[in-house]
């Protein structure tokens, strides 16, 4: 076997070093390469669980603040809406309150105009008698002095009663 072995080429001195060689390299790697990617490969996978857990964390403290927040602005919504509808009711309070206040004093000033135009026609009224009183007499005495006849008396008293019309136009307007 030696032989063939020396024909084909193969020296099993030079196979046995090399076979050492291999084992003492594996040897070698396995101390001063594998064991530190090992455990730079077994820290790295632990600093990403780490940061992991803390982006959970971090997650469930957002979305526990979020649902805080949610609640709160629901809160502030439902107390600007109450605000809202009270502020509303009060307008509409003061509102029907300046127009009861408007009506009563417009009912209040027909009230003095009806009385003043109430006191206004009984002066003119009581103008227009006196003054159909005194036309009266006027035209009396002018009867009393002048003899007239039917046709006089009825143009005297026509302009009589055309004055006193006039006079109770102009107490009118």
Same mark, same amino acid.
């Given at each position: ?78 107390? #600007? ?5 009270? #502020? ?86």
């Amino acid at each position: 076997m030696e032989q063939l072995l020396h024909q084909l080429g193969i020296e099993p001195p030079i196979i046995l070093v090399n076979i050492i060689g291999f084992v003492i390299l594996l040897v070698l790697l396995r101390r001063y390469f594998w064991e530190p990617i090992r455990q730079f490969l077994a820290d790295r996978q632990q600093r990403v669980s780490e940061y992991w857990k803390q982006a959970e964390e971090a997650h469930d403290q957002a979305e526990q603040r979020l649902a805080q927040l949610d609640e709160r602005s629901q809160q502030i919504m439902a107390a #600007a809406q109450q605000e809202a509808q009270q #502020a509303k009711a009060e307008i509409q309070q003061e509102a029907q309150r300046m127009i009861d206040e408007a009506h009563q004093r417009a009912r209040e000033r027909e009230r003095r105009a009806e009385e003043t135009i109430i006191r206004q026609t009984n002066q003119a009224l009581a103008e227009a008698r006196d003054q159909l009183a005194e036309l009266s007499a006027e035209v009396a005495q002018q009867v009393l002095r002048r003899s007239l006849d039917e046709k006089q008396h009825q143009a005297l008293l026509d302009g009589a009663i055309a004055d006193i019309e006039r006079m109770a136009q102009e107490q009118q307007e």
